[in-house]
């Protein structure tokens, strides 16, 4: 049997790829090259401080390491192509629409995906933060109510017997401050991109995410009620406590 193709390549390039999806030789073998470049492309824009080494030269190489490994013939690879084409990238870097068909193959994949995620786990080396940046994420809520409550209330006269300033400081603005000092120092051990942002950017598809609280409070109770979370930049399961069995990336 022949060993598989990614134990030749290098910690760096095998974290590379993960953050463009590609987890196996197989996955490498089917995907364009110049697709991988593209996608480690975009990513350099959501790591700034990451040092990237693949390069159009190196993904070719792996690609034709890879491209035996799979041992599929002529006949089946028209078949495999459509596959991947129907699947496509697992980072999202990419924009734009996609057809339907793609959108349900992809839900449909999420939980088997979701089980062969990129990295094993690891084990943050600030779990206390992460639980006060979870609450004071949570904590947002309340400004958000209060911001539609507090004219509500004025207008019906049910306004409590509250100076408005000191009413409007305790209850939106102090409320916040957890988040601005605490939550924002919270960062994935593996990329270091922060846990919790309202920046727009494309989460990776293992992300923690609950319809209609989206991935802030997803992330924020998984993390209080699970003890772990997988990062919404590069997907990594992180868990609270335990042996540090993953490997850990320095920069």
Known sequence: ME????TKLTPQEIEELSLCGITSAAQMATTDPQDVLEDLKKAQRFFPGKNFTLNSTKLHAIYDLCRPALNVDEDSESDSALKIENVGPTTRFRTGRRPKEQVKEERRLKKYHQKKIMHSPVCTN????AIFASFGTLLLAIPAVSIVMIPILMLTNNLPDIPLPILAG???I???LPYLFISRAATCPVCHMRLFTFRDY?????A???PGLGYNVATALYIIFCLRYNCPGC???VKLFGKHRGRHIHH
């Open 3 to 6: 060993p598989d193709p990614f």
């Open 235 to 237: 997907g990594t399961p």
């Open 126 to 129: 600030h779990p206390v933060l």
């Open 174 to 176: 102090a409320p916040c």
């Open 202 to 206: 494309a989460r990776n598809r293992a």
């Open 170 to 172: 305790s209850l939106i």
């Open 208 to 210: 923690n995410y609950l």
